[in-house]
């Protein structure tokens, strides 16, 4: 039922049978204003139109306020459901306009930059900030507000016409509520909404305390309220004809017993049978006839509100439907007096403002739908016009311009590519697609329809790989698409084509462009990125693919970024296969300008991708840099952050740094980062290679620190097992698994997953003896059954650490080696590991070594400061293994 709107101190209307719905919201705002420490509330009401959800919103503002809490409140709108951040908007602007500028961005934090445009409080900046980047800015957002209004009550209205990114942003904050004190009461339509919309709708109620299905007035409280409003001497037929009328909807029971009062009705038998026809006036045809008795402009005036839905002020009515504002005026008195539109509840005022609001949502419906098809998209185009003359923009107009039918007209593709690009900047890609898809319907000139087309994959290449695909290619194959933008094409179109799994068709399309190019930046950049996916994703090595890189990257100096793109690539392809690291930093090196990464070539710059700076950091960090790793990646973090890429991204930037951690022994460090990265990972999707390197990282994070029951838990609930990705994983996966399975006492199964890391090495072209460290665990694992082989593969793992050259590959192969030895060659190995791993940057690996020594010379004082070393990598495995022996006699 709807309240009627109250004046200042008036006492609130009675609500008919919601006894229990109004003590279920006073409880929850009690419940969050008892204390900063109280647990968030959520609570979802459930009904159809009129069944008074607003009602309940209302009277929860009432209850809220009068207990001293900060009340936000915004609604959905059935013409809005396409303009992204709508309800978020409206329901954070005010607050953050409040705010002085610069405490906005305090509260924002590091996610000013992503989530200010998106709330309309901040320009875009040059960067596309990421969905998932925006959505946690606003769920931060909120986060810090609720501490500053403590307490905090959010009621959002009509959510089932709420926008998508809003929807996504509800969902993550409703998941995150267990320790903020804010209560949440969502009111929604039950059915009528699909896709997205419904998944986001539904598992929000799964998050929800409480979830309270409205029901339609029994007859007994229908004719309660027939008599509380047209008095009591209202007879039995008449209340109950006015609940048949109605079906007992506390609405339309309120706006036909108004209109029984004003047309003085007498509320007995002999009137009842008025009843239905007059009932039938407020809605549908009947209400399309109550406009007509109004007069032409007021039904113009009613259209005109009703398609611009929101900021319905009497000026830009006027504008609209052009007549004077004396006439406006007059109109918009008219349709208040008709109870059609009111003045907005100041207590419920959007940031989107305006004069006039519907009374109802059921009467905004009614009127909308009552236009004429053609007379609604000719509004809708006169709406566009205006709001784009009004210097809005057209992310503003592409509402309406959605609406109108293709015309073959230049002007509207501009527009909407236009709005599109709006909508990227603010991360809305979903709002970009439709705008560009509608744009192609238009059609786009022949001179730009490649364009539109390859806006259209850039806009989707994130969420819908194949349909980036189908659109990259159809722009390539038609005139237009020429330059770097075709260049930039092929390139999206690979990415594609790798999510998509179709890695042969990824490097083939590459390889064809980069024939069609003369020498030159663009036929090098193609020829990187043909060398990268080779690298990254090829299971099984290309005949001469190294020996090709190795020779166009050795004249290179590194003068611009496609020669140190493939610096870059032949130091990873050099690392991987555990050739020189000396030559591996010096690749590296000449890829930097100053040490830093070059303009272009930055974290956020699309034009290369991910992939080619993790190459370049993880290059660094099995070559014993993790100096310039931690840099790199530390850099690629906060650059994420700041841009609001908080998907994939910060996943892998998560990923990687612990990596750096891990290899440096920091192993707390590393812990934390890639539980946050997996964390991340798992938003993302599974079975993906970023989330099988933040699974990997972790799961080889815990055996290093001797967590051997949580890293199988870990690998367990993650599926960390065979099958693995055809891309490189750092560090590698079955020589991780492996390990784990020896440490579980599942040793076969151990040794039959190192061999497999022996065979797809084999098939690689070879192997780095740090990154895939299989060659010693191997040995390590067969040397009690197969001893001889145990020898071998020791002595193959000394050979290929040598060759690589690090002090940290020597050190690891020397303590392999010292564990298959006794007496003093034992010793002797014990002790050079010692040497070489002291000189290493990774400090865990170090304390393996001067345990180990300490035990093979009996020396208490070694193994102490073994000890000591391990307690501060915080490997509690190594540090039980130490205090053993010093308690047990010194012996392993």
Same mark, same amino acid.
């Given at each position: 039922?709807?309240?009627?709107?109250?004046?200042?101190?008036?006492?609130?209307?009675?609500? &008919?049978?919601?006894?229990?719905?109004?003590?279920? %919201?006073?409880?929850?705002?009690?419940?969050?204003?008892?204390?900063?420490?109280?647990?968030?509330?959520?609570?979802?009401?459930?009904?159809?139109?009129?069944?008074?959800?607003?009602?309940?919103?209302?009277?929860?503002?009432?209850?809220?306020?009068?207990?001293?809490?900060?009340?936000?409140?915004?609604?959905?709108?059935?013409?809005?459901?396409?303009?992204?951040?709508?309800?978020?908007?409206?329901?954070?602007?005010?607050?953050?306009?409040?705010?002085?500028?610069?405490?906005?961005?305090?509260?924002?934090?590091?996610?000013?930059?992503?989530?200010?445009?998106?709330?309309?409080?901040?320009?875009?900046?040059?960067?596309?900030?990421?969905?998932?980047?925006?959505?946690?800015?606003?769920?931060?957002?909120?986060?810090?507000?609720?501490?500053?209004? &403590?307490?905090?009550?959010?009621?959002?209205?009509?959510?089932?016409?709420?926008?998508?990114?809003?929807?996504?942003?509800?969902?993550?904050?409703?998941?995150?509520?267990?320790?903020?004190?804010?209560?949440?009461?969502?009111?929604?339509?039950?059915?009528?909404?699909?896709?997205?919309?419904?998944?986001?709708?539904?598992?929000?109620?799964?998050?929800?305390?409480?979830?309270?299905?409205?029901?339609?007035?029994?007859?007994?409280?229908? @004719?309660?309220?027939?008599?509380?409003?047209?008095?009591?001497?209202?007879?039995?037929?008449?209340?109950?004809?006015?609940?048949?009328?109605?079906?007992?909807?506390?609405?339309?029971?309120?706006?036909?017993?108004?209109?029984?009062?004003?047309?003085?009705?007498?509320?007995?038998?002999?009137?009842?049978?008025?009843?239905?026809?007059?009932?039938?006036?407020?809605?549908?045809?009947?209400?399309?006839?109550?406009?007509?008795?109004?007069?032409?402009?007021?039904?113009?005036?009613? &259209?005109?509100?009703?398609?611009?839905?929101?900021?319905?002020?009497?000026?830009?009515?006027?504008? #609209?439907?052009?007549?004077?504002?004396?006439?406006?005026?007059?109109?918009?008195?008219?349709?208040?007096?008709?109870?059609? !539109?009111?003045?907005?509840?100041?207590?419920?005022?959007?940031?989107?403002?305006?004069? !006039?609001?519907?009374?109802?949502?059921?009467?905004?419906?009614?009127?909308?739908?009552?236009?004429?098809?053609?007379?609604?998209?000719?509004?809708?185009?006169?709406?566009?016009? %205006?709001?784009?003359?009004?210097?809005?923009?057209?992310?503003?107009?592409?509402?309406?311009?959605?609406? %109108?039918?293709?015309?073959?007209?230049?002007?509207?593709?501009?527009?909407?590519?236009?709005?599109?690009?709006?909508?990227?900047?603010?991360?809305?890609?979903?709002?970009?697609?439709?705008?560009?898809?509608?744009?192609?319907?238009?059609?786009?000139?022949?001179?730009?329809?490649? *364009?539109? #087309?390859?806006?259209?994959?850039?806009?989707?290449? %994130?969420?819908?790989?194949?349909?980036?695909?189908?659109?990259?290619?159809?722009?390539?194959?038609?005139?237009?698409?020429?330059?770097?933008?075709?260049?930039?094409?092929?390139?999206?179109?690979?990415?594609?084509?790798?999510?998509?799994?179709?890695?042969?068709?990824?490097?083939?399309?590459?390889?064809?462009?980069?024939?069609?190019?003369?020498?030159?930046?663009?036929?090098?950049?193609?020829?990187?990125?043909?060398?990268?996916?080779?690298?990254?994703?090829?299971?099984?090595?290309?005949?001469?693919?190294?020996?090709?890189?190795?020779?166009?990257?050795?004249?290179?100096?590194?003068?611009?970024?496609?020669?140190?793109?493939?610096?870059?690539?032949?130091?990873?392809?050099?690392?991987?296969?555990?050739?020189?690291?000396?030559?591996?930093?010096?690749?590296?090196?000449?890829?930097?300008?100053?040490?830093?990464?070059?303009?272009?070539?930055?974290?956020?710059?699309?034009? &290369?991708?991910?992939?080619?700076?993790?190459?370049?950091?993880?290059?660094?960090?099995?070559?014993?840099?993790?100096?310039?790793?931690?840099?790199?990646?530390?850099?690629?973090?906060?650059?994420?952050?700041?841009?609001?890429? /908080?998907?994939?991204?910060?996943?892998? @930037?998560?990923?990687?740094?612990?990596?750096?951690?891990?290899?440096?022994?920091?192993?707390?460090?590393?812990?934390?980062?890639?539980?946050?990265?997996?964390?991340?990972?798992?938003?993302?999707?599974?079975?993906?290679?970023?989330?099988? /390197?933040?699974?990997?990282? !972790?799961?080889?994070?815990?055996?290093?620190?001797?967590?051997?029951?949580?890293?199988?838990?870990?690998?367990?609930?993650?599926?960390?097992?065979?099958?693995?990705?055809?891309?490189?994983?750092?560090?590698?996966?079955?020589?991780?698994?492996?390990?784990?399975?020896?440490?579980?006492?599942?040793?076969?199964?151990?040794?039959?997953?190192?061999?497999?890391?022996?065979?797809?090495?084999?098939?690689?072209?070879?192997?780095?003896?740090?990154?895939?460290?299989?060659?010693?665990?191997?040995?390590?694992?067969?040397?009690?059954?197969?001893?001889?082989?145990?020898?071998?593969?020791?002595?193959?793992?000394?050979?290929?650490?040598?060759?690589?050259?690090?002090?940290?590959?020597?050190?690891?192969?020397?303590?392999?080696?010292?564990?298959?030895?006794?007496?003093?060659?034992?010793?002797?190995?014990?002790?050079?590991?010692?040497?070489?791993?002291?000189?290493?940057?990774? *400090?865990?690996?170090?304390?393996?070594?001067?345990?180990?020594?300490?035990? @093979?010379?009996?020396?208490?004082?070694?193994?102490?400061?073994? !000890?000591?070393?391990?307690?501060?990598?915080?490997?509690?495995?190594?540090?039980?293994?130490?205090?053993?022996?010093?308690?047990?006699?010194?012996?392993?």
């Amino acid at each position: 039922m709807t309240e009627a709107r109250p004046t200042a101190g008036a006492p609130a209307a009675p609500l &008919w049978e919601r006894d229990e719905e109004v003590a279920a %919201l006073r409880q929850a705002v009690e419940s969050v204003r008892a204390e900063r420490s109280s647990t968030g509330r959520l609570l979802m009401l459930r009904g159809d139109a009129g069944l008074g959800k607003t009602a309940l919103l209302t009277r929860t503002r009432r209850i809220a306020e009068g207990l001293g809490c900060t009340v936000w409140s915004a609604r959905g709108g059935e013409t809005l459901r396409t303009v992204p951040y709508n309800v978020v908007r409206q329901l954070l602007q005010p607050a953050l306009i409040s705010l002085h500028p610069e405490e906005a961005r305090d509260y924002l934090g590091d996610w000013f930059d992503a989530a200010g445009p998106a709330l309309g409080i901040a320009e875009p900046g040059g960067i596309e900030p990421q969905p998932q980047g925006v959505c946690d800015g606003l769920v931060l957002a909120v986060r810090r507000l609720a501490d500053r209004e &403590w307490p905090l009550v959010l009621l959002i209205d009509d959510a089932h016409w709420a926008d998508q990114e809003t929807l996504r942003w509800l969902r993550a904050f409703a998941e995150r509520l267990d320790d903020l004190p804010v209560l949440v009461v969502v009111a929604r339509r039950p059915g009528d909404v699909s896709g997205d919309t419904a998944r986001h709708l539904d598992r929000i109620a799964e998050l929800s305390d409480r979830v309270t299905d409205l029901s339609a007035l029994t007859p007994d409280a229908t @004719a309660d309220l027939t008599r509380a409003t047209v008095g009591q001497h209202a007879d039995g037929p008449f209340c109950r004809q006015v609940w048949a009328v109605t079906a007992g909807n506390p609405y339309e029971t309120v706006e036909l017993l108004a209109k029984v009062r004003d047309s003085e009705m007498e509320p007995v038998e002999s009137s009842a049978d008025e009843l239905r026809d007059l009932n039938r006036s407020a809605r549908g045809g009947g209400l399309a006839n109550r406009l007509g008795e109004l007069g032409i402009n007021a039904t113009r005036f009613a &259209w005109a509100a009703a398609i611009l839905g929101t900021g319905i002020t009497v000026d830009l009515v006027a504008e #609209l439907i052009t007549v004077e504002r004396p006439e406006a005026l007059r109109c918009a008195e008219l349709l208040r007096g008709a109870r059609i !539109l009111t003045a907005p509840d100041p207590a419920n005022a959007t940031a989107a403002g305006g004069d !006039l609001e519907f009374v109802h949502p059921l009467i905004a419906s009614a009127v909308y739908h009552s236009i004429p098809e053609a007379l609604r998209t000719a509004m809708h185009g006169m709406a566009a016009e %205006l709001v784009i003359e009004s210097g809005l923009g057209a992310a503003a107009a592409s509402r309406h311009l959605l609406h %109108l039918h293709p015309e073959d007209d230049a002007e509207i593709v501009e527009q909407l590519r236009g709005a599109a690009r709006e909508h990227l900047a603010v991360g809305a890609p979903d709002a970009a697609r439709d705008c560009l898809e509608r744009a192609l319907r238009e059609p786009p000139r022949a001179e730009v329809h490649a *364009q539109v #087309l390859y806006e259209l994959g850039c806009a989707t290449h %994130l969420t819908a790989p194949a349909t980036t695909i189908d659109h990259l290619q159809t722009a390539l194959a038609m005139p237009g698409l020429e330059g770097p933008a075709r260049v930039d094409a092929v390139f999206r179109l690979s990415q594609a084509l790798l999510h998509n799994d179709q890695l042969d068709q990824a490097v083939r399309t590459v390889e064809a462009e980069a024939a069609r190019h003369p020498e030159g930046p663009a036929r090098m950049r193609l020829q990187a990125v043909q060398y990268m996916w080779e690298g990254i994703y090829g299971e099984i090595a290309t005949p001469g693919r190294s020996e090709r890189l190795a020779g166009l990257a050795r004249p290179l100096t590194g003068r611009d970024n496609a020669e140190r793109a493939l610096l870059i690539l032949r130091a990873f392809d050099a690392m991987t296969h555990g050739e020189s690291a000396t030559e591996v930093v010096e690749y590296c090196d000449r890829a930097l300008v100053n040490e830093r990464l070059a303009p272009g070539l930055g974290w956020t710059d699309a034009e &290369w991708g991910i992939e080619l700076l993790m190459m370049l950091g993880s290059s660094y960090a099995y070559a014993d840099r993790l100096d310039r790793a931690e840099s790199l990646f530390t850099e690629a973090l906060r650059a994420y952050t700041t841009a609001g890429w /908080s998907g994939g991204h910060l996943a892998l @930037a998560n990923a990687f740094l612990g990596l750096a951690h891990r290899r440096r022994g920091r192993l707390r460090e590393a812990e934390e980062v890639l539980r946050e990265s997996l964390r991340l990972a798992e938003r993302v999707g599974r079975r993906l290679p970023l989330h099988w /390197s933040a699974t990997c990282g !972790l799961v080889d994070t815990l055996l290093a620190r001797g967590h051997v029951d949580e890293a199988w838990t870990i690998a367990e609930r993650y599926g960390f097992s065979p099958p693995y990705p055809t891309t490189i994983v750092l560090p590698d996966p079955r020589t991780v698994r492996g390990r784990l399975l020896l440490a579980v006492g599942r040793t076969k199964e151990g040794v039959n997953e190192l061999e497999a890391a022996e065979k797809a090495a084999t098939a690689r072209g070879g192997h780095n003896p740090v990154h895939a460290p299989w060659t010693a665990e191997l040995a390590l694992a067969l040397a009690t059954e197969d001893p001889a082989r145990a020898a071998r593969l020791a002595s193959d793992a000394r050979r290929q650490a040598e060759r690589f050259g690090t002090d940290t590959a020597i050190g690891e192969a020397l303590r392999c080696a010292a564990a298959l030895e006794t007496g003093q060659r034992r010793v002797r190995l014990a002790a050079q590991a010692v040497t070489y791993l002291a000189s290493s940057p990774c *400090q865990y690996e170090h304390a393996e070594a001067v345990v180990d020594h300490g035990i @093979a010379i009996r020396s208490a004082a070694e193994i102490e400061r073994g !000890l000591t070393l391990a307690r501060s990598c915080g490997a509690d495995g190594l540090v039980q293994r130490a205090e053993a022996a010093l308690h047990g006699g010194l012996t392993a």
